[in-house]
């Protein structure tokens, strides 16, 4: 469990009602959890998480340590490549598309979207269209 106030007075009065009612050992201030780090800045009062070593291995199981960075908004020139006319036609086509992972490329990218990198969302929404018929273009 993982308990955040304003106040720690706050923390302290929760866990001794929750231990009240449960066994419960405190492991002290959390570093990450479900797979995000959590940073805290206490002179600047601010708190934030990151999933820096999630993307880093996310990129190393599908081979992208040396993509090509580009930013997430789609520019003029990839907004052609969101089309259906590039999904597969043949069964030739389909049969090599379907040995690349391209439904899990889009499913762990989601997953830092939903946690920590909402502006990844529209280029995610894009290319999710064609998780059932995704071309190389794709």
């Known amino acids: 469990m993982l308990i955040v106030a304003k106040d720690k007075s706050e923390v302290e009065k929760l866990k001794a009602q929750l231990s009240v009612e449960f066994s419960m050992k405190d492991l002290g201030l959390a570093k990450n959890i479900l797979g995000m780090e959590i940073h805290k800045d206490v002179k600047g009062g601010r708190l934030w ?5 999630y993307a880093r291995k996310v990129f190393e199981r599908f081979n992208m340590l040396d993509a090509k960075l580009v930013g997430t908004h789609l520019v003029n020139h990839f907004k052609h490549q969101f089309s259906a006319t590039f999904c597969p036609l043949d069964a030739m ?11 899990s490329v889009v499913g762990s990218l989601m997953y830092l979207m939903v946690c920590t990198r909402p502006n990844i969302a529209y280029a995610l929404g894009k290319v999710s269209k064609y998780m059932v018929n995704p071309g190389k273009v794709h």
């Open 49 to 53: 998480l990151t999933q820096e070593k």
């Open 93 to 103: 086509e389909k049969g090599l598309m379907s040995k690349v992972p391209y439904e």
